[in-house]
């Protein structure tokens, strides 16, 4: 997979007919083969942009900065990226009309050691559904029998008290430093409900029950949208397993919200945000 | 510091029998910010109310906890005597401990008392935060919205515009009238039906107060009430009413025939055409479905005839939107199909019929100018049975309920046929025979007389065939044997059940119903017409099954709270209502989009203090806001906040306990 000359002539097209002020695409990093986001704004710095198996980030969490917000942006998305823009134009964040979308047909990518990102192999939808112009051959492969995460298979089977113990171990390990919280595209609140003064309802230590209560609030509010880009744990300066979280979430919400995936129907806020007749009620007495 | 005042209810004997009052008096008074802790036997009552003003002012109380029923009952007589007593009324706290502890707890006092104790040191800690609140005054839009045209909308829509007060009446099909229209005679007077209804109906037409909306469905309310908003569909009649004279060139011509609903099915009408000669509007409708020049764009009669040139085949539905303050449903009742009922051999012989059936048959503008006779032959029967239940107090085949009219229409008839064909005889197989009402009684028994039916107790187990007659066979359970039963006829009085789209319409209103579909009311005696949602009322069958008497004095009272919620300019509301912090709310519109009272409606602010660039944020209507709380539970950035649910509230409840 590389798109990279397709991308920079895009960029460069875009450019010249004024149609952008920012393109969003990944550069290489400068010293190993791995690469980063970048904001070009101009069509000097069009040769910077790539695209290959390396580009991993999620960068509709660019169109939250400064940089983006209220401008003209073309930016590259691949399938779960693309989910994540969906979300994001629902929810009122980003207009369509300032936007200019490079779709991927997005074959996976790959972690630093080359292997393919296990988000990857259980992708279901790895077509950018929101694009103005597509890249690569759709791979039209509609949706898949959903796979339950390994990963949740495997704690599925343990019992409650070491499944309780993993995760204290998990949340001792978090430093609150936010970084998951930045990465991931539909955290975009004004202010973070665990940090606003009056929060009452949250605590907001920095130890193992406040990152208990940061990050199971964090996975709750992204419950039903998380696209499982996992540009959180690609943050994450402990390597927090954090897909745990939001793939238990996912497969819940898959099996009771009438196979509900997050992003892939434009204007769909979401499980938790509607409501179907077909909605499990059993739980009600 | 805070200073609370508790007051426990014994309720008579309905929470002191279960929860140890005195008790939870003792543990309250524990608590720190209580000042003042008292029980009485009923605190709802005058003395009751006054320990509670006379606390107030010796204590110097802060905050008041009523334990007691449940805050739906008495939260409003409480409030008043906090206002009464100088105090604002929203620093009162309810614990409901009969309701969610006496008596759903009454096998164990000792658990029923302790979970009374949690409940109070909740509301205890609750009121500790509790701030003072001010009602929300909201203009009234003094219209009123009838839905559906039967004898309960009809009588419901002239008491409120006698009243001057503007109206709109809604009904889905062509006429107005509804099932009792399709009546012939009614009892316990024998009063021709048709003359009592159509005086209404014609009134109904000509009352400068009130808007005729016939063909038409309500298809959303929103807003709240006093401040409704209705859309109303008006189906496409291809008919222009403005022009149409009635005259009945084009249902003469019409060469489509459909089977008769208003006579039930038993004749033919057009596929342009009125439901029945006295219909009102007198103006005939296009039945879009049957209609060949709507269909395949080939006939076109009735526009030629028609002399106005009132016919228009292009007519599309029409929205019509309406601001109204209040809502009478009445939407009527179906009858009950006897399907189920297939050892009768409903559908195989085709001389078993409905009650209603039999009612059009009599009927002198029936489809057999008042003759009964029997569907497979056209002779008159001599030897009718009618069986009674049918689907009425059945579990295994129908619905649990009685139908409360079919003895009485039954025994009406019985006198029918009686007057028809004079050397008939009729059976009645029956359960019971209910007759409570101002003259049923009576009714019934002279029908016994004159018409000497024979009248068997029991239930008809089986239907046959023996030659052209049916042999009906059941149990007479006074003599305790089985009996058979020579018939030329069988009609099954069949159950009255509720119309088949009422969920969908509860929903659509946002009131509630019952298992059967039965729109559900407020409270079961004491606000019979009330539902839970204010402004919205219940008239006739569609609360449950009643007869003509009932069903107009269930719309006259509708009637009657309809123009005393009119009876201001403005109304008084809860302050119980959301608010949205612009500096949390990220504008995501999810609020938008799960308030179910359209209350919330987006802003543009400043992005920061001075700035000119907008952003983006929620706003709520409090006038439409009703405190339901789910723009809270939705809110991720909690910017959002419901007055009297506050989270230090909220989190001092969780914390008590």
Redesign the interface.
Known sequence: MNYTKQIQEIAAKLFAEGKIDVFVGYRMNGFDDNQVPVLITGPQEVSRLVFTDKSVFNLVNYLKTDHTR?KRVGLVVKGCDSRSLNLMLT???VKRENLYVVGICCEGVVDDAGRKMQNCTECMVPDAVVSDELLGTPSNIGLQPYAVNPDIAVLAEKPLPERAAYFEEVFENCIRCNACRHSCPLC??????ID?E????YNGANTTSGAFHALMTWSL?LAGRCVDCRNCEKACPSHLPLHLLHKQNESVIYENFQEHLAGVIPGD?GA????SMQDPDDFIM | MARVGVFVCFCGANIADYVDVPQVVEEVKRIREVKFATEYKYMCSDPGQGMIRDAIVQHKLTSIVVAACSPRMHEKTFRKALSDAGMNPYLLEVANIREHSSWVHQKDKKAATSKAMDLCRMAVAKSIANEQLHEISVPVTKRALVIGGGIAGIQAALDIADARIPVVLVERSPSIGGKMAQLDETFPTLDCAQCILTPKMVDVASHPYIELIPYSEVIELQGFVGNYKVKIRKKASYVNFKTCTGCGACWQKCPVKVPNEYNMGIDKRKAIYTPFPQAVPNKPVIDAEHCTMLLKGKCGICAKVCEKGSIDYTMQDEIIEREIGAVVVATGYDMWDPAPYEEYGVGRFKDIITSLEFERMVSANGPTNGVPVRPSDGKVPKNVVFIKCVGSRDEAKGIEYCSKICCMYTTKHTILLHHKVHDSHAYVFYMDIRAAGKGYEEFVKKAQVDTGTTYLRGRVSKIYRKGDKLMVRGEDAQIGQVVEVEADLVVLATAVSAPKDNPELARMLGISYDKYGYLSEAHPKLRPVETAKAGIFLAGCTQAPKDIPETVSQASACAAKVCGLFAGDTMKKDPMVSTISN????????CV??CPYGAIVTDEVPIGYGSK?LR?VAKINEGVCQGCGSCVA?C????ITLAGFT??QI?NEIVSI
């Open positions: 209220r929810e009122s964040q975009y609140c004004a202010k973070c409900c606003q009056t929060a009452t309802l509010h806020r938790f945000y509607k409501y | 500096e949390y709310c990220s504008g995501c519109q999810n989009k799960v660039e983006t939705i991720r950035s909690t910017a989270d230090p989190i």
